[in-house]
């Protein structure tokens, strides 16, 4: 034992002394590397790892299991030689100063005692951040081929003195399980900049994100060179990988080195000089360089904007002027720079180093499923433009930024690898070898597997290139030019018209930002008639099925409770919605976070019925079901009437009711998802029905139907809406500003119709037609009440309320409710 502390001793002199030798401008103050389910020290060559079994990082051990995974590769390597796992949640808690952190997590997913290596799944959050949802760990790390999986993140922590973590299984049968955290304070200006912002390619506007905005470290690579370790990394224990070859789609480039030079990094934090003293460049063979692009493809989560930096260092002597060595840049097919020169951003200092930062939208394909990101340098020709015709890069790093809003980071589980196309030419290669070992599969097998990979890596590139043009076919039947849009149903406005009706889009006009673009309020008709203007993110392939969709259905509805569509513009690849204005705006920003006086409890319920009646009028006039129901997609007009809104994702139901749903993936927003058609991506009326009871507990409450921070059983509204109906205390969530104004008659009808909607079986909740009755009926209740209540003795009714006129039900996990009409 001693022994061991000694040569571990020695070790860590060692890893200081070489560290030493770096010039090290950053000292992270606060560190925390802590190898989960160990107590004691233990250092890996990189990081001196600290057991949570002894810290008070963890809140509570109860519960949680640490123990050795069953089968390693890594017996003796932390932190993977041992796991935390519970089927509940645990939280883990950081002391830390304000300010930007980075946030490490390693997950090794094996079996591990009694959690077997299917079953983990789970929810990570941290502080407001979703950084992982229904994470499968181990359909992750097989589809990425690799044995353990690492995530960075970058986090601000903007109040409070914590850094929080919680692991949340997905069901009560999976696990959530953690390896190793690590949480680094870090520079506040190296990711997140103060500046003016950066290109916000696909716009012509510049983009720039807070420190409200969390990131994830998606790629960090030293192009052209060998990967640099976290130890060599300037204080940051980042990694930065090498081998940009797995990502590089062209042929004949070569990789160079600085030589001697001196280079000048700074601040020195930005990236290791290492990193500067290769690059990856295509050679000055200008007749090949003027037919191809230095490119670079990378698999991201689609659905976020990108932040990638590239870093740069002129490091061949030849290149001495401004003008001999210029590119152009692409990232994900649209132009970040026309005329790239290192030598004029660095003001011809040879070694001097710079970066440039760009932010890229890349559309929701598919509930965020993994697309390419293609990064593109293209060499001029032409010795006018560029005396060299070459191009080249040092290092790069993309970064995922958080959604506005939902502060979500998390993307989908990736398709498990199976499909049928692939299988067949598997499984002959798997058939031969069952035969038993011959001779001829000894001569096979000595020949060198590498040919096997490359059959299988033509056939993995072979199928997704025909993924890629079938998806591609797709998508081009869909645009806007091949399916005409009904001009003889709606008003068609110009471009012109348009930017006349925004004053050129103006970024003081925006009243809202969706997923797909700005909304704008704007004037038509020579300034008499005010609209709202939804502006599509120009050349989102997605977004023009879903423009073209939209538009469609708006105009074959018209109902008071549904909004209306004024007109479209598709003028020069811009797609552009024009709605009647809702001077009132979305109904969630008049019940909470927000300075808006509070709805009264009869103006609530009738905006219940308007939206209810708007839904009713989708499912069964025109079949179709709006999939995206809340509280943001509710609107209201001057006299507070509820139109609903935003049917970019409407499908046409099912017209044969005997199959009853349509097969779809998955998409809608957290928190008023039906857990029934996520597990079974199974689409109902009923999906909507779900949504619109948790719009229901929203007006009551007063509170989002997710709160990251709050208490396990108060995080999702859906939930703790059913767990206070079972418990009897439905009157102690109640929004404060409606105590004593709900009659109890017209409060538990109210509750009864709610939880029926949050049914868990699609099959028990009640129809868009049985929801509107009870919830008249229900204002009836509210409303003869207070006559009486005016003729006789007031009463302060949810105040007074007790266990007997609350409703109060069993301990079932699943709610019956008796669904009555009167
Ligand atoms: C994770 O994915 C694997 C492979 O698709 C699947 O067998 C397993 O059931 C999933 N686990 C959970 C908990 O959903
Ligand atoms: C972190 O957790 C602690 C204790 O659970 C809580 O008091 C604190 O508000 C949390 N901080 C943040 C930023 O969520
Ligand atoms: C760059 O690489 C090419 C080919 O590998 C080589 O001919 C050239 O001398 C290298 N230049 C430097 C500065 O190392
Ligand atoms: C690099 O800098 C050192 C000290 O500043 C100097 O001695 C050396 O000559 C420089 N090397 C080159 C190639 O400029
Ligand atoms: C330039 O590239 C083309 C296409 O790869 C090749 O055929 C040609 O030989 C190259 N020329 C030189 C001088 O390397
Ligand atoms: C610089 O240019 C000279 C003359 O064209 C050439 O011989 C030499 O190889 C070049 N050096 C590098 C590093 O490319
Ligand atoms: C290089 O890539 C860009 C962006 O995808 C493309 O527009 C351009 O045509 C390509 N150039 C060549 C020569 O292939
Ligand atoms: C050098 O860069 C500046 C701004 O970065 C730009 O205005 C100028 O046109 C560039 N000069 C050349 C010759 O590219
Ligand atoms: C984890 O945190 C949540 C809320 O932040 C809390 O409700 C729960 O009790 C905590 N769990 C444990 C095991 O500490």
């Excluded at 983990?120 to 790390?141: G, K, M, P, R």
């Excluded at 970058?154 to 399980?177: H, K, T, W």
């Excluded at 928190?671 to 999906?687: F, H, I, W």
């Amino acid at each position: 034992m001693r022994l061991f502390n000694g040569f571990t001793t020695c070790l860590t002199v060692l890893f200081l002394l070489h560290l030493s030798t770096h010039i090290q401008a950053y000292t992270p103050g606060e560190v925390f590397t802590i190898s989960c389910g160990t107590s004691g020290k233990s250092f890996d060559g990189q990081r001196t790892w600290l057991g949570d079994s002894d810290t008070k990082y963890l809140s509570t051990q109860d519960g949680t299991v640490s123990t050795k995974p069953t089968k390693s590769p890594f017996v003796y390597e932390v932190p993977y030689a041992k796991a935390r796992l519970s089927r509940l949640q645990f939280n883990y808690s950081f002391p830390v100063s304000l300010g930007p952190k980075f946030l490490r997590l390693f997950f090794y997913p094996s079996s591990y005692l009694s959690f077997p290596r299917p079953d983990a799944s789970f929810t990570v959050l941290s502080n407001q951040f979703t950084l992982l949802y229904d994470f499968n760990a181990s359909l992750t790390a097989d589809a990425e081929n690799r044995e353990t999986i690492f995530k960075e993140y970058v986090v601000n922590v903007e109040s409070g003195d914590r850094l929080n973590l919680s692991f949340i299984p997905s069901q009560p049968n999976s696990y959530a399980f953690i390896n190793g955290i690590e949480v680094l304070s870090m520079p506040t200006d190296l990711y997140y900049m103060s500046d003016t912002g950066f290109k916000f390619l696909g716009s012509d506007t510049l983009f720039s994100f807070g420190t409200s905005f969390a990131l994830e470290t998606q790629y960090r690579i030293n192009v052209g060179g060998r990967a640099i370790s976290p130890s060599n990394d300037i204080g940051l224990l980042r990694n930065w990988v090498g081998q940009d070859e797995n990502y590089l789609m062209t042929e004949n480039t070569q990789n160079n080195d600085s030589g001697g030079m001196n280079l000048s990094v700074n601040p020195d934090y930005v990236a290791p000089k290492e990193l500067y003293r290769t690059a990856r460049n295509m050679g000055t063979n200008a007749t090949f360089n003027k037919i191809s692009n230095l490119t670079w493809v990378f698999q991201v989560d689609s659905g976020f904007t990108y932040m990638i930096r590239l870093h740069f260092c002129e490091i061949d002597p030849n290149i001495t002027n401004i003008g001999d060595r210029v590119f152009k840049i692409y990232i994900a097919s649209k132009s970040a720079e026309d005329h790239a020169d290192v030598m004029n951003w660095s003001q011809k200092q040879h070694g001097l180093v710079v970066q440039r930062n760009y932010a890229v939208f890349i559309p929701n394909n598919n509930n965020h499923k993994k697309v390419d990101l293609s990064l593109q340098l293209h060499p001029y020709g032409d010795r006018r433009d560029s005396i060299y015709s070459d191009a080249f890069l040092n290092g790069l790093e993309i970064f995922k930024i958080s959604d506005r809003g939902s502060n979500n980071l998390a993307g989908s589980n990736p398709e498990p690898l199976q499909t049928p196309q692939n299988n067949v030419p598997i499984q002959k290669a798997e058939s031969s070898s069952e035969r038993g070992t011959t001779i001829m599969d000894i001569v096979v097998a000595a020949v060198p597997s590498i040919i096997l990979v490359s059959i299988f890596v033509y056939l993995v590139v072979f199928i997704l290139r025909t993924e890629a043009a079938a998806t591609k076919s797709k998508d081009y039947k869909s645009k806007p030019t091949t399916t005409p849009l009904p001009s003889d149903l709606c008003r068609r406005f110009s471009l012109v018209e348009m930017k006349a009706a925004t004053n050129n889009f103006d970024d003081v006009l925006i009243i809202g930002v969706g997923g797909f673009g700005h909304v704008y309020k704007g004037h038509i008709d020579g300034g008499s008639t005010p609209v709202a203007i939804k502006r599509l993110q120009p050349g989102s392939q997605q977004g023009a099925r879903e423009f073209t969709n939209e538009i469609e259905m708006l105009s074959k509805l018209r109902h008071v409770n549904l909004v209306s569509l004024t007109g479209y513009c598709n003028d020069n690849n811009e797609m552009i919605i024009l709605y009647d204005f809702m001077p009132r705006g979305d109904l969630r920003s008049h019940l909470y976070d927000t300075n808006k006086p509070p709805l009264s409890w009869k103006q609530r319920l009738q905006i219940c019925i308007g939206a209810a009646s708007g839904l009713q009028c989708l499912h069964t006039k025109h079949m179709i079901i709006h999939r995206d129901v809340k509280s943001n997609n509710i609107l209201l007009d001057d006299k507070w009437v509820a139109k609903v809104s935003d049917f970019g994702l409407s499908r046409i139901g099912p017209t044969d009711m005997s199959k009853g749903h349509v097969s779809t993936a998955v998409r809608g927003s957290f928190g008023y998802l039906d857990p029934e058609y996520y597990t079974t991506q199974r689409l109902t009326v009923k999906s909507d029905v779900y949504s619109f009871g948790v719009v229901l507990f929203e007006i009551l409450c007063a509170r989002p139907p997710l709160i990251h921070t709050a208490e396990a059983e108060q995080l999702s509204l859906a939930n703790w809406a059913r767990y206070c109906y079972r418990n009897g205390t439905m009157d102690q969530i109640v929004d404060p500003a409606l105590k004593g104004k709900i009659t109890p008659e017209c409060f538990n009808k109210f509750c009864d119709i709610g939880i029926s909607c949050l049914q868990l079986d699609g099959l028990k909740r009640p129809s868009m037609n049985d929801i509107v009755s009870m919830l008249e009926f229900s204002l009836q209740l509210q409303n003869s009440a207070e006559q009486c209540e005016n003729s006789a003795i007031a009463t302060e009714v949810v105040n007074q309320q007790d266990q007997n006129t609350t409703p109060s039900r069993s301990d079932q996990d699943e709610v019956d409710v008796n669904i009555s009409l009167h």
